[in-house]
T-cell receptor, first 110, second 116 residues
Framework: SQQGEEDPQALSIQEGENATMNCSYK?????LQWYRQNSGRGLVHLIL?????REKHSGRLRVTLDTSKKSSSLLITASRAADTASYFC??????????FGKGTKLSVKP | GAVVSQHPSWVICKSGTSVKIECRSL??????MFWYRQFPKQSLMLMAT?????????EQGVEKDKFLINHASLTLSTLTVTSAHPEDSSFYIC????????????FGPGTRLTVT
């Protein structure tokens, strides 16, 4: 599987600040999904944005998708220490398979 | 709803032995299950896709004779690492896709395998 790139690889911010993570992918997609992973744990699904959508919100999360640039961004507003985790984007193909990006490790300091 | 379990959560085994990892969808039927491998500080790499009642489809570079996958029912898939070596030590994560919901996957909590 070809993986996309995520940017930055690591991000450290203070509680209350916003965190923005970017993701690029290589193939055409049906959807793009963002997941969160706490250290040594499984993945938690955060949000799915379809290829015909440009922006989606869920609580403190805002996701954008630019299919012409094959890129997506995840914004977490008013971050909390509990948001500390690794965040992965995954591009979804027409067969339902997922190709994961390399991930961004977010650290939110209280 | 949509809970996926894995067993065991961690396992230590000796080189040359085989280890079986179970992935169960607890409250839904999964026609397709996926097995991923994750090395420390790296992303998930898809190893294989398993469909209930048929042979698994392996990704390029994954040895099907070493990583045996069985999807015997709509709620259970197993991954057996045969003749394990220290380089097989990794975090193995499964996911399950509900019937008729092609774009959703629910992930298990993962199994940490250490081969000594």
């Amino acid at each position: 599987s070809q993986q996309g790139e995520e940017d930055p690889q690591a991000l450290s911010i203070q509680e209350g600040e916003n965190a923005t993570m970017n993701c690029s992918y290589k193939t055409s997609i049906n959807n793009l999904q963002w997941y969160r992973q706490n250290s040594g744990r499984g993945l938690v699904h955060l949000i799915l944005i379809r290829s015909n959508e440009r922006e989606k919100h869920s609580g403190r999360l805002r996701v954008t998708l630019d299919t012409s640039k094959k890129s997506s961004s995840l914004l977490i507003t008013a971050s909390r220490a509990a948001d500390t985790a690794s965040y992965f984007c995954a591009s979804g193909g027409s067969q339902g398979n997922l190709i994961f990006g390399k991930g961004t490790k977010l650290s939110v300091k209280p | 709803g949509a809970v996926v379990s894995q067993h065991p959560s961690w396992v230590i085994c000796k080189s040359g032995t085989s280890v079986k990892i179970e992935c169960r969808s607890l409250d839904f039927q999964a026609t397709t299950m996926f097995w991923y491998r994750q090395f420390p500080k790296q992303s998930l790499m898809l190893m294989a896709t398993s469909n209930e009642g048929s042979k698994a489809t392996y990704e390029q570079g994954v040895e099907k004779d070493k990583f045996l996958i069985n999807h015997a029912s709509l709620t259970l898939s197993t991954l057996t690492v045969t003749s394990a070596h220290p380089e097989d030590s990794s975090f193995y994560i499964c996911s399950a896709r509900p019937r008729d919901r092609n774009y959703e996957q629910y992930f298990g909590p993962g199994t940490r395998l250490t081969v000594t």
